[in-house]
C-alpha cells in the first residue's frame, strides 16, 4: 500500500508528519468537504505526458491545468493530461486516483503550481481514498525538489 511506501521513506528521512483519515472520497474536492476544509487547502496530483514523458503537477484541488501555459513555461512542444490506463502501472500500491505527490519515489519530473507554496502546510492524498498526509510545504519542496511554475487557474 502505497501509504506504508511514503511512510517508510519519511520515517527513514526522520520527517514528522500527520495522516488524517476520512470517509471513502474520490476527488480531492471531496475529501476537502468531508474534512470541512477549503478545496485550495488540499493539493491534487494530476499526471501528465510533456513531450511523451510522465510528470506530476501538484496543485490546489480547487484549481485545473493551463496546459498552454505548463507548455510555456517548461519549454515543450506537447503537454496533454495521461490517461489512467497509461501510467496506472507506475503506481501498483496506489488506488486510482490518489497518487501521493512524491514523484521522486516513481521516477517522475514534479511541477508544483505556485498558489501552493503560499501556504505553510501541504495536504496531499497519500496513495489511498480514505488517506490524507499533511505536513509543512517546506518539508515536502526539500525532499522531492519539485519545479514551482505557475500553470494553473481556479475553477469557479
Known amino acids: ?32 468537504a468531508s474534512i470541512h476544509i477549503r478545496g485550495r487547502k488540499i493539493a491534487k496530483t494530476v499526471i501528465v505526458k510533456i513531450d511523451e514523458q510522465f510528470a506530476m503537477v501538484v496543485l490546489p484541488a480547487s484549481y485545473r491545468v493551463d496546459f498552454e501555459k505548463l507548455r510555456e513555461t517548461v519549454g515543450a ?4 493530461l495521461a490517461s489512467e490506463t497509461e501510467f496506472i502501472d507506475s503506481f501498483p500500491e496506489c488506488e486510482v486516483g490518489a497518487i501521493p505527490p512524491f514523484g521522486n519515489l516513481y521516477g517522475m519530473k514534479v511541477y508544483v503550481a505556485a498558489s501552493i507554496v503560499e501556504d505553510e502546510d501541504f495536504l496531499f492524498n497519500a496513495g489511498s481514498h480514505t488517506e490524507l498526509m499533511k505536513l509543512p510545504f517546506k518539508t515536502y519542496e526539500d525532499l522531492v525538489k519539485p519545479e514551482v511554475v505557475r500553470m494553473s487557474f481556479k475553477c469557479n
Open 77 to 80: 512542444k506537447e503537454v496533454s
Open 1 to 32: 500500500m502505497a501509504i506504508n511506501k511514503l511512510k517508510n521513506y519519511l520515517n527513514y528521512n526522520n520527517i514528522k508528519y500527520v495522516t488524517v483519515s476520512h470517509s471513502k472520497a474520490y476527488t480531492a474536492q471531496e475529501v476537502a
